[in-house]
């Protein structure tokens, strides 16, 4: 390589760094505010100088020991085992459902399939009091169950992507097991299933993280009910018009550290994620 | 011929070429669509004349048990000894009816009214004050006899597969050839009817969370549901197409609101779509780059704004942006004049725009880079040998690999930005309003106007249509995109 | 007197339902009833329905509590009115819309009696629809004044708006309201003369774009063009209050807020006068109250009553004031020397003088309302004030 190109090269990289640094401090000027925000000494939403003139850590300690208004660390766990019930029961559905359109062959399959694909389009809350009185009919009034199930089923309408991931498997495994006298039962928990963790996983991770980011639904099915709230709920009760001035660099720390554990999972499954979202193709 | 005159465009043809390309389907699709639509319920019809014909062929031909089991369901089942079977039938027709005198009928004889009776008031004659007589709920009426309905069509298929399961145990008697045992049976469900399995759970969920709300969500748009008649202290009734006929032209402002706010829905989707695309995609290659260090901790850079959920991340950065915001402090310290980033319209709609790119072109950078690495190196390879330059590369082997990988994710991607309830609700909340818009602002999307006009002004039925007419739209995109992408056609090389 | 004829009331109810039981032994009636409040209004609702509990030995109450505050709950009341508490808090302005859909119980008998003597007559106004009476007060300080800094403005000064903004901007500082809200800049269109009404099809009227309207709207385009006008949330209110802002419009829930800032220096009063085609003219506003409704799908209407009219007497009005520092609706309590102390109620019940009911305003107002708002605060002259308030009125009257 002769030193021109070498220069011109050097060159070029160099104003990547320079676009990238920039790019990246752009990107990380909100969270860094608002990680100095939840830090912040002085109450209120707004100051009249760029950064906060005290720091302190109570807004984190508060959190946790002043619990008689907004009760983060019971709305924390109600979250938690929220997602954790959405995530079990979300993969489950979206694995059959994918798997039964992908693998199996039957009469409507494909009718049921667009039908699936036309009802995902339906702006949710137009259905949102609907879905509430039946979830109240059959006896889930103010329950988390009905957040697992309402959860779940937005999640199992994205079945394609999965589907997408199913139908790359080579069906010729399949046949070899079933000349062996495998049922398809024993061949989608056996075979199918475990070629397809990236999938799993990253079904896994978006309706984990639903409950976390929803404010919506949940608050309309948790109406008055104040012990059962999610985070993402009570957190907005905090910017209301009486508590935003009290509360706001409380919400600040509250949603930093809703924020860790979420930046954690991200970055050790991204990749299992952009397979997922490309629905396998990505394996060239 | 089409892949020659591809080598002769430049990149920027090329792409709005490959675009145009995609469009060309759109009208044909719609068209196949209806036809396919006209074939389904052409379909449905025959279907039920033959099943009809049949089942009198079957009441006809069946013995006396089998001919009682059109009322009684499983009787035949029980007398052949299929006692299980036979027992879920019957255990099936009782709390059907049950569920129908006890719940369902209630609310259906008043489908046609949606109730009648309005509230009455008298004096307590022990207390002296005034108590109420409630009038009919309508929602409710509307919403359960819906339900009814759904449940008395799942109640039909169960009756009609109990004609069958009688008639073939009827005739097995008769040919003396043994039944499978019920256990036998259950095991087919493990296998040959696997999918009944699998299907069953998602498909009562999918008819109690999304089909039954649905159906009464457009229901509402032929009534009127609205401020003035809310239950419970007041009836609504069917009033047929005039919400339709408000939002196309005899409510001028509805009308304009609506198409207003539909141009804007359009533009935004557009650009929201593809400038996250191309530069996300531009971020990836300056990522990838050969020679750049650090990979991984460049994206993880863009990624930690993915896991700070929206609600705050957006929250605050309408705060940063606000008129007194932090930015506009900086503007002022510098000696700059203050900028109404959000609360001047045509400020807040490109704001809205750009602040999405901060939101966007991470996933997209996360997404593309990925497939980056995948692209088979062979094709470079080839490329290289050809003596084509960098550029030339990447418009006639990265980008139509990765177009041609990432198509669903865009179908997915312009839908869902335009619903993008989210950004727009907690970044502007559709605000600056106008005074030109029925109850809706400059930078309103579709979703989040209907938001507030269910919320806040509980017109149930102008929302209803606007939630079909957006419905229409991106249900018919996004099928007919995707029955002619990529992933639909490969479903076929692969099996 | 009052209790003792609830107490006979109650017993008279448990005495028909035994002989319509036909029960020989009567057990204690248990009554369920589910009552909402704000989030902070919690520990102090919980106080007094233990009193009400021992004040009404008689029957067996489980009452349970349920977080809905004050603005949010008309929407939560619709969204499932079976669901909802059978006593409730809620904004005034929401009257209209919760018995337009049949939420409220109307009061009647020996409640409305004692209601209607008991509370300021702004007040059961605010709680009255077409002569019947809807809910008991609570509060009255639901509305808005000026809170403002001793120490940059003169009383001189105070009595105009002009005056405050040239003292504030004397003192490098800014004058704060929030014109983008329909809540607020109706304060200008009615102190101007404009009116807000109802018409015999049950539409809204308003004559905010006749020629007075116009001169309104010329005199809000001066004041949120003015170099010392500040607009924003009560976010930046409080945040800016003493330090860059030396006044500011809002209300009694940013009290405590104001206090804190401005310290020595805290100061509230009624609005001031603005100028109006030469002439200076009072701002008038909103009044504001909190009442306490029972839900008309109750099952125990009486006792539901019956607690909404403990949680609104005189006693806990008093209570109410004094932890959390509310203006009370109740004439006697509101003429205590503590309630006549606080700068805030003081200027609230100043301001009163000026208030208008807002009762005859429907839902379709705030939107475009707020939207001329908008337009003055982003200085968008594109169109004459004129067309932009033909405009709003458009919408507004539909």
Redesign the interface.
Known sequence: MSTTTLRSRRISNGIIYTILSVMSVIWLIPIVWLVIRSFQKE??????TVLPQGYTFDNYIRLFTET???NYPLWFVNTLVVAIFTCIFATMLVLMISYTFSRLRFKSRKMFMNIGLILNMFPGFMTM?AV??IL?AIGL?QSHISLVLVYSSGASLSYFIAKGFFDTIPKAMDEAATIDGATRNQIFWRITLPLTKPIVIYTALTSFLAPWMDFIFAS?IM????NKYTLAVGLF?ML???????Y?TRFCAGAVIVSIPITILFIFFQKYYVEGVTGGSTKG | MKQHNRNLMNPFQLFWYNIAEKMKHIPSGLVSLLIRLGKFFIRVVRGAARAFARGTEIFANGDVFTKLSFIIMGLALIIRKQIVKGLLFFATQVLFILFFVQFGWNYLKDLGTLGVNA?T?F?DP???????N??DNSMLILLYSVFTLVVMLAFIVIWVQNVKACWKADRAHKEGIPLNPFKQEMHSLLDERYHTTLLIAPTIMAFAFVVIPLLFMILIAFTNYD??H?????LFTWVGLQNFKDIFGE?A?KSKTFFYLFRWDVIWAISATFLNYILGLVLALMINKKGIKGKKVWRTMFVITIAVPQFVSLLLMS?LF???GPVNLILQNLGFAPV?FL???TTARIMVIIINLWVGIPYTMLITSVILMNIPAELYESARIDGAGTLRTFFKITMPYMLFVTTPYLITQFVGNFNNFNVIYLLTQG???????????ETDLLVTWLYKLT????DYNLASVIGILVFIVSASMSLIVYNYSASAKREEEFQ | MKKIIVMM?IA??GF?MLFAGGQAEAPVETVKL?V?G???D??LLKEMVEEFKAANTGKVYEIEF????E?DAK??Y??????A?DVFAFANDQLK?L?????L??L????KENAMKDNGEGSIGSATLNGKLYAFPMTADNGYFLYYDKSVIDAESLKTLDGILAAAQKAGKKVFMDV?NGWYIASFFLGGGGTLGIDAN?KQVTDFNNANGVAVGEAIKAFAAHPAF???D???L???MG??IAAGVSGT??A??MK?KLGANYAASKLPTFTLAGKQVQMSSFAGYKLVGVN??TKY??DA?SLAAWLTNEQNQLKRFQVRGLGPSNTNVAKSPDVLAAPELAALAQQSAYAVSQNDVL??YW??A???G??M??K?YSKSIKD?LD??V??IV?
């Open positions: 109450k209120g939403a707004w100051i009249t008689d208004q907004f009091i509430y009185h109240k009034y309309v109406k008055d009910n104040y009760r209301e018009r009486e508590n935003i001035y009290e706001f | 509230e008031e004096i022990v207390t002296g004050i005034i108590m109420y409630p009038a401020m003035n809310q239950p419970p202290g007041n409510s402002t705060r606000g008129d007194s109404p609360t001047n319209g605000d600056p309003k106008s005074v030109w818009l029925y109850q809706a602002g919320v806040t002004y509980q | 009331l008279l109810v028909g589910k909402w704000s989030q902070e919690q520990a349920g977080v809905v505050g603005p929407s939560r619709l969204e499932d009115p079976e669901a508490a819309d018995v337009g859909a049949g939420a119980y109307e009647s008998g020996i409640y983008s049950g500040l607009t924003g009560d976010a930046v409080t945040g800016g330090t860059v829930w940013n405590k807020a804190e008309k799908l209407p009486v009553l839902g379709n939107a475009p707020e939207a001329f908008a337009l605060e982003a968008d932009q405009a709003m458009a919408q539909q």
